[in-house]
């Protein structure tokens, strides 16, 4: 071989030879596909348990962190005495849970109907957008929890300002993304679409909202998360009406903190699983998605 | 230097099993064999999904072979010995004509101004100089398909692989770059190996043709093409490149008719049991 351009690079490792061999992916793909998930599950078990542990020795022997920071059995429960104690099975806190678990539902619904339905009309028409877009990109920039005072001096004590708060979160997020999404379905879809002489309905419901499912859904699982977030806070500030927030703080001022620890493993519970049904629901009305219904991002 | 007698790339009883895990694996490719020799254009035919661009992707190191096993031999002139041509994914978007030619440089570890120096040149020699600073999103898919080639060949790999590189051009386009990709291949003679669904553009191209079956891909038929070099496309109107056509076409009908009859019986003899 010669070459005509002198600016050339050589590999320094020389002659060689490559092989392209079957590895233990190919000579035993069932045992090696059966050895990933097994090491995969074990991994996911295995660290929280793993870190359950290490809290149940820390504590067993008030361990010193880095010299000054003390495991001091007072102020730290266990996960033992947590499981075992007698106070937290007087303590009534599945009425919290169902509590957070409505606000943030109907916040959710709220939010994201909203999310949905203005993400899409402003995706889909020039006009709206424009007389949209700079209201709530100066909005959204506002920390939502400064609103709560407001909400609180509109709505008064009750359920309606906590679910507000959520609902203002879920709504930006959802948005945004639905937003993006619509302007995002490739242009030759689009057209594809209009050889055929689609309607304005036809065109959302062939083209657009298929096409910009799959990115909706990554903004509603964050926004679930988010709503989450903002639930505890708000019950954390309010703390009079009950709720999961409610218990992490009834925890610290009635001095058990079993009560505090359960709550957050709570909030962390709640958060999981309802990601877990958005993402659900997500494959079921995105089957044709890859697996983790996110295109762009593996 | 390598021992010339041994082959650039030899395959031996490559086979390809996708789902292998699963009840209903998909067996791709094979067993299949084949020895290309240092410099040879070789390329491969046959029907839409019988494992052409499976068969490539394990030459390439993409993927790994469900058995058997491809050897490539490398004489270790270029610092990126082995480089790719996707039928359209592959140049990127979000980066200028020629940021996508200094790509590979870069990544090699090529200092800025060697890569930004070769990936003109190369960029001239497919005539993309005025286009260098443009985006792909804005260029023709004749112009797009030089930049992806412009990109492998600035890494000077010693094998270049084509996948149905061509497939998507309109039919003077494709012959244009066909001419450009003979008269690029004629100033240095690498190893090229060329997928086609086209047995024209396999005939006008390459030293051998090569001709698979239907999934999974097995080797039917191994031809060496007669024509002298340098070739132009101006070739397809001489008779003797319809007779060599039409003679090919006719055995390969033939062997593919066999190949389906035997597929037939075993299946019958199935069915009995
Ligand atoms: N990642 C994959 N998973 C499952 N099947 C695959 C995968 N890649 C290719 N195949 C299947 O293998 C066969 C050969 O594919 P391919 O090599 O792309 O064919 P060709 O390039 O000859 O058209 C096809 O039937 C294709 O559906
Ligand atoms: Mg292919």
Known sequence: MTNTDPNTTVDKRGPRVLRREPGVAEIKPRAHVRNRKAAERALAIGVPAALLLLWQLAHHYEWNLLGYWKIDQRFYASPYEIVTSEKLREADFWRDVWTSTRRMLIGFALGAGAGVFIGLAMGMSRLVRAALDPLLTALYTVPKLALLPLFLTIFGFDERPRVMLIAVTVFFFVWISTMAAIMAVPEGYREAAMSFGVSRWQMFRHVLLPGSLPQIFVGLRIAAGVAVLILIGVELVIPSQGGIGSLIERGRTLLIPELTYVGIALAALLGLLFTLVVRWIGRLLIPWAPEDNAPGQG | ?273
């Open chain 2, 1 to 273: 230097m390598t021992d010339t007698t041994r082959p650039k790339i030899s395959a031996r009883s490559v086979e390809r099993v996708f789902a292998a895990e699963t009840d209903n694996p998909v067996h791709a490719l094979g067993p299949f064999d084949l020895d290309i020799a240092d410099g040879e254009f070789c390329c491969i035919v046959g029907p839409s999904g019988c494992g052409k661009s499976t068969f490539l992707r394990i030459v390439a190191g993409l993927l790994r072979p469900s058995a058997g096993a491809v050897e490539v031999d490398l004489a270790g002139t270029s610092k990126t010995p082995i480089a790719m041509v996707f039928q359209d994914y592959g140049i990127y978007p979000w980066k200028t004509v020629e940021a996508n030619v200094r790509f590979g440089l870069e990544v090699g570890g090529m200092s800025k101004r060697d890569a930004r120096e070769k990936a003109l040149f190369w960029l001239g020699r497919l005539g993309l100089t005025e286009f260098r600073n443009a985006y792909p999103d804005k260029l023709s898919g004749g112009m797009r398909q030089r930049v992806a080639i412009a990109r492998a060949l600035a890494v000077e790999p010693e094998i270049l692989l084509m996948d149905e590189p061509f497939a998507a051009l309109d039919a003077q386009l494709r012959q244009i770059l066909q001419e450009e990709l003979l008269a690029l291949w004629e100033a240095d003679k690498r190893t090229v190996l060329f997928i086609t669904h086209s047995l024209e553009e396999a005939i006008v191209l390459g030293d051998r043709v090569l001709v698979m079956t239907a999934r999974p891909g097995r080797m039917l038929e191994s031809v060496q093409v007669p024509f002298d070099r340098p070739r132009t496309p101006e070739l397809r109107a001489e008779p003797e490149f319809n007779e060599f056509k039409a003679g090919l076409w006719d055995h390969l009908k033939l062997q593919v008719e066999q190949y389906l009859n035997e597929l037939r019986t075993v299946e019958e003899e199935g069915d009995e049991r």
